[in-house]
């Protein structure tokens, strides 16, 4: 009988809020790794829509509705460098999605920077479906505060949160 | 004590020759996977350099010098459908090098058909270091056989047959 | 005798102010489309340079200009969703200039959002003239404010509103 | 009562063979235009799988089967530059599918070149579904020889002539 | 005997902090020019983290730690249009560095911007070693701030300038 | 009174034939450089149109034409690698032309590689004026094959030859 390693990555990201294209990746990462730990960057400075709290809660409701195999799935959040936290969490790779459409320059960049802060460490990239090749946080909330569809970009449970928050705002 | 499951990557390639940048790629490939085959495609129509028999005895050659942790790795060469052969060999996932120049648009393209073709299997994309973001077999045998140097871009082992395969040509 | 479907385009922007890459692709537009109208977006928070008046004042001017052939020409100004705003004008396509440089990827993940939200719709994406390929409002902007030339960037009488204006602002 | 101009625009390729991408761009494009020409290219050098015949009878089938509401579509082919055919069939457009992978800049140059060539007549870019942001004749032709699948593709149409054709070249 | 012209380059930037990439671009700068200007531009409304003077004399404490050849470096710093500078500084080029990754399209809008203000004066693009492909102000500053290692992306002398700057922010 | 250093590039290319995109980079190069040597590959194994004799007489037509300033022009040919010509020829930079469209990324590629050949000697890169953004000599033959016009893509004396050679050829 065979023991092999136990193989662990960290899907980095602000998550505000969740998508489908997230949802596709993170199901796509637990066929690979056993398992994975969704770790929500509370750096930025800009204010997000949901707290970090909120995001955790959605995160955890989202994931809950779609099959990840025998996958163990966490999630969490984290401050100061994504490679340290990874370090501290034992990680032997961060995942990151790539899109057909606009992300795969500043990707590159960033993984090679953060290779530098921790060689031991690979970034390994997934494609999403095409259908999510255009789908992003930002893009779902502006559709979403004109009054567009964002059916079939994000969860139910996330479009509820949605209109709960901005109804909130408004009311 | 938890038992994992066995992960196995296939990395496939024409390696004609195996360059610094493939062999980047597979030691990183085995930092994620417990086995990776390293898979000649045998399809291409135009005239390699040199034969299946050579390119495998050169990849052989060139991962013994090259350090694979507990990785099991394997070298085949395959004909077909490259999901085809996944399949047959119980893959997990299709590793592809994906550099910071030239290559993104093709490997997107070639992952959305591949997934189409077998979509149990992803295609995972890791990046090689900086320093061999331009190298391609392609590019290595033009300038070799203009007279230019190949040092620190494929092992020493490939130089040598290199220039014995180029003389045998020219002799 | 046959008859015809009238095809209506929306060509919308925040034209602030109007560039003669626009109306380089307005032209182009009257080629194809029996009206357009030229939709000012009025969501985006960040101040403009130019009112909503004032831009839709400087399009009727500066489309008064041109030769447009038979085509019938409006500007309007929108607020919230482009595609609800595109239903409700009865539009058959929405009409995007797309420059040889820096904006085609933005452009595709746009349109296929906007796709989603109304699939009736669909973008057309046209060239302007290779002397227009670096030409932005933003650009025409900063380099008007640091004091260089914007000569053939924008009509004439584009210019003077540009001069009044950060005239007024100074003064 | 208004009449309007009639527009006819012309969608060139090799179409060899036609793919469910071609007949999606089909299909948009006859929302915008009056008539359409899809005509094939017979300049090209290389050897095609199917002859312009063929090509002909295949189009020709695979368009009764979509629907393209009160648009007139009318299948030929051309010799010699495109531009010129374009004048002799008093087009207003030529129509060209863009996808978010791999053909932007080449179809950019082509488009700069054919104004130049005749600056009457407009090149107009569409988007195809996002499924189809990966067909090409030359992968669906490359897949389908190596035992691969192009259900979903290629019409149903297509797929019974790519067997018959390879059956009768081995056989 | 012969007497060559003295070709004189600007090299514009807002370096906050200069780099180990722009250190390099110098380097090679001073290959082909006689004269080098190292141009801050003070410009930019956002607020720097070092000050015009700072940024100054980190600059030319750099400059003094590599080997420029016979080439004359000054380091100095400008408001209002590059061009305009470049013209009262009687430059025959700006000089700027491009990466193999993301500002490639940027770079070359801004070129045939600066073009337009002043035909006369040339930009030309040189490439940093690959090592600092990634490597931008932004990125440096980012990464030290969340306590990230920027050993090798900057020189020492600015990592103690870094240390002492956020230490004074934070003290 | 100052002496400076002689600084001589090598713009290298197939040049079949010249075109005016070529003669613009030429022209710009000229303006850097105190002497330049446009190099004509010999080494690409297709069948070119125009012998390297022509090739050779037809840029010193065309260069007897522009105005290039005290620089001091040489045509040469060249096989082998670049490289080892221009360290032959003593040069200091390699020229070459970069169009906003389609060949950045190859560019990059030679150059990181010709850098690791020889690292002594620069690539300097220069952009075409916006009317040349697409002119290749290969679409030039293109269309001029298929009857269409190349008129203001190369010199008149250029045009000429092109005439000659089809006639011949058919003739």
Do not use: W
């Not at 009988?1 to 193989?7: I, K």
């Not at 984290?78 to 340290?84: D, K, S, T, V």
């Not at 990680?91 to 960049?109: K, N, P, T, V």
């Not at 969860?155 to 009311?171: D, F, N």
């Amino acid at each position: 009988m065979l023991f092999h390693t136990l193989r662990r990555a960290i899907y980095p990201g602000s998550f505000d809020p969740v998508t489908n294209g997230h949802l596709d990746i993170i199901q796509r990462g637990c066929k690979l790794f056993d398992e994975m730990i969704v770790a929500i960057s509370t750096n930025l400075e800009k204010t997000p829509l949901f707290s970090i709290e909120e995001r955790r809660e959605m995160i955890t409701e989202a994931i809950a509705q779609i099959n990840i195999g025998s996958c163990r799935l966490l999630v969490d959040n984290f401050q100061g460098l994504l490679m340290h936290y990874a370090v501290a969490r034992d990680a032997h790779a961060i995942l990151r999605g790539i899109r057909a459409i606009s992300d795969y320059e500043y990707e590159l960049q960033m993984a090679l920077m953060n290779r530098r802060q921790e060689p031991r460490i690979e970034t390994v990239f997934m494609m999403p479906a095409e259908a999510y090749s255009y789908v992003s946080s930002r893009l779902v909330k502006e559709v979403y505060q004109l009054g567009g569809t964002i059916d079939g970009l994000v969860p139910a449970s996330i479009e509820v949160r949605m209109k709960q928050k901005l109804r909130r705002e408004k009311g």
